[in-house]
């Protein structure tokens, strides 16, 4: 028996299926806006589990290896099955921020320490060859092989009914639009947002459709047609988790020409969360009141302006997932995923 199926067959002896149906019985009632009381609960740091016998692979080595891959993923879920939190039973194809990039022409590479980092294209000319060459073929790059790490992923975990039927293979780090388009052009768009708006909005647009029609594919090959994905610790509404990192770098009014109306499109066609890094007060409101937007996930609440947050957040009904309890205002009881430190 090899490793991976000896720890397939451990983790698949104990699971139980009433407590994955009770965590997405929670999620569905959270989305609903119902009131709960304990609010739903990750732990961030970890207590003592009886059983941490599962392999920790270095993030290099499962860049090369599937099966290390699958074993990296599983590893949050068997822990966090041990403790009895909301954490689901999920996984992804981990190969960072570089996905989309990549299927759109950015050459990458892999660090000692951190996940892969994309090299920006080397000029301006660059990005207009890209702009006019169209939606690519969604298998160069790291594209193809996302899609043949999930079909590995289903073919591994067949043969155990339980890990087969309650692991949920969510759809891997695809940005959101402006970042990616940061990431293909480096920071030279920022200077373009003045002097040549109409490429960075063209790029933007050939971003969007790439994302739309790479997610259209993704949920095909994986068999997800359902209105809830997973992502990272949580179940979530919607299919897409867009990423505003890039974004707060902008002003109000940027972030609406620029950012916006691009998520917006992905958003109407899958319905999903929004993920941000760093401080977004300058369009938490705005950012809120999108359509299809049923949550969003902050990393530095101590960044932002808590009170403007959680006054737009509240009136828009959005599921805010993962944040640390200190920042949940005591009497919240509705909409929230909290995160708990040992």
């Not at 003592?48 to 270095?58: F, S």
């Not at 954490?87 to 996940?115: D, H, K």
């Not at 994309?118 to 990005?127: E, K, N, Q, T, W």
């Not at 359902?226 to 992502?231: F, G, K, M, R, S």
Request: contains cysteine; charged residues 20%; negative net charge.
């Amino acid at each position: 028996m090899s490793q991976l199926q000896e720890h397939l067959r451990q983790f698949e002896e104990v699971i139980d299926p009433d407590r994955y149906d009770a965590i997405e019985q929670a999620y569905r009632n959270l989305f609903a806006w119902q009131e709960m009381d304990p609010l739903p609960y990750i732990w961030s740091s970890m207590p003592p589990v009886a059983d941490d016998d599962w392999p920790a692979p270095a993030y290099n080595d499962t860049v090369a290896d599937r099966e290390l891959m699958l074993l990296d993923q599983l590893r949050p879920c068997f822990l966090h099955h041990q403790v009895g939190d909301h954490f689901p039973l999920c996984i992804r194809a981990n190969y960072g921020t570089v996905i989309l990039p990549s299927i759109l022409g950015a050459e990458w590479q892999l660090t000692e320490n951190s996940m892969p980092w994309a090299h920006h294209l080397p000029s301006r000319d660059a990005i207009r060859a890209v702009v006019d060459r169209g939606i690519p073929d969604l298998r160069t790059g790291l594209g193809g092989t996302c899609l043949d790490t999930a079909s590995y992923y289903r073919e591994a975990l067949a043969p155990y009914a339980k890990l087969a039927h309650y692991c949920r293979i969510y759809h891997p780090d695809l940005q959101g639009p402006f970042d990616v388009a940061h990431l293909l052009w480096g920071p030279d768009i920022f200077l373009c947002l003045y002097d040549d708006p109409d490429l960075v909005h063209r790029l933007l647009d050939l971003v969007t459709d790439t994302y739309v029609a790479y997610l259209r594919a993704w949920r095909e090959h994986v068999d997800e047609d359902q209105p809830w994905t997973a992502h990272w610790t949580f179940l979530m509404r919607g299919a897409a988790m867009l990423r505003d990192d890039t974004p707060v770098m902008l002003r109000t009014a940027q972030y609406e020409e620029f950012v916006k109306p691009y998520d917006q499109r992905i958003l109407d066609e899958f319905g999903g969360c929004i993920h941000y890094c760093g401080c977004g007060n300058q369009f938490i409101e705005s950012m809120s009141t999108s359509r299809n937007l049923y949550g969003v996930n902050i990393s530095q609440p101590d960044w932002n302006n808590m009170e403007r947050f959680w006054r737009a957040v509240t009136a828009n009904h959005l599921v805010v997932l993962g944040i640390d309890e200190a920042y949940v205002p005591a009497d919240t009881r509705r909409g929230v995923v909290v995160q708990r430190a040992y």
